[in-house]
């Protein structure tokens, strides 16, 4: 009878162990993945251009593409295509849906990551200063804002 009991004590502590382990893995972050250039968003061009707030396919003005891949260790590359093809890469830092890339050369760039009905999008922060064609012979100065999707 003795015998039994410790082999139940036994059995008992040995089931209370297993049960405190915690296997579960810990959350990645929402902005771990491949991110795709989707859109440039045009602002600050002359009123008379009617193009602010137009959304630009940079691949067919540009040929312009760009991928971001970050990773679950806190580094990521940029790969940017254009005529050649250069990486970027460097670490991060996601906070508030802000994502801060610091790049191995020292720059950086800031995105806000945001999420509707399953669409996810990394909004450059600050827009960088663009010149956009609007005939054979004219240009206008204003800003993109680039967007990637997840």
Known sequence: MK???YVFCLLGLIT???ACKNDDPAPV???VGRWELSRGLLSGFPASS???GAAIDLYYFESL???IDIYADNTFNTN???VTVDDAPGTWEFSNNSLTLKYDTGDQD???YSKNKNIEELTLTTPVSYTLPVSSTATVQGQITTIYRK
Do not use: V
């Open 3 to 5: 015998r039994s009991l």
């Open 16 to 18: 209370l162990l297993n």
């Open 29 to 31: 972050s929402p902005i």
């Open 50 to 52: 009617n193009i602010n």
């Open 65 to 67: 593409g760009s991928t």
């Open 80 to 82: 940017y295509k254009n």
């Open 110 to 112: 800031i995105y806000t």
